[in-house]
Every structure is written in structure tokens, then in C-alpha cells.
């Protein structure tokens, strides 16, 4: 498995799917095991979870994604 590629995979799947978003934040090893469609050890998936938040995070979307939280559950009201 590539892992960059999937790590590539799972935040354009962050950027554009403001469900995925959501899942991601709430419950992130679930998120991307249901992306994956694999069962990976822990440590693996811990990675790949990182990787995602770290690209998320440089690529300046990770405001977006709390923004989005926030409408959904009305904090930003």
C-alpha cells in the first residue's frame, strides 16, 4: 500500500466531502478504515491519520473543516 498516495487520497476526500469531514474529526480511525476499506493495525492507521492531519493542517483547510463543525452543530451561530 502507498501510503502517500492514500494520505494524497484522504484529504482531497477532506477538502471536498464535508460529511467525510465530519466523520474525520469525530471518529478519524473509523473514517479511514471506511475510505481504506481495510482493517489496519493501530499503528498504521495512527500514521496515516497524522499524515492526514498534517496535510490538512499546512494546506490552510484545517480552519474550514472546524468552521463547517461549527455550522453543523450550531456553534457558529
Keep these: 500500500m502507498d501510503i ?3 494520505i494524497e487520497e ?7 466531502d464535508k460529511d467525510f469531514a465530519e466523520k474525520f474529526k469525530n471518529d478519524p480511525v473509523k473514517a479511514v ?3 481504506l476499506g481495510v482493517d489496519l493495525p493501530d ?3 495512527n ?3 497524522e499524515g492526514v492531519k498534517a496535510k490538512v493542517a499546512t ?3 484545517g480552519g474550514k473543516i472546524s468552521s463547517i463543525i ?4 450550531g456553534k457558529g451561530e
Aim: glycine share 8%; proline share 0%.
Design 4 to 6: 502517500k498516495a492514500k
Design 43 to 45: 499503528d498504521q492507521i
Design 70 to 73: 461549527d455550522k453543523i452543530t
Design 59 to 61: 494546506e490552510g483547510i
Design 10 to 16: 484522504l484529504v482531497e476526500k477532506v477538502k471536498n
Design 33 to 35: 478504515e471506511g475510505v
Design 47 to 49: 500514521s496515516i491519520i
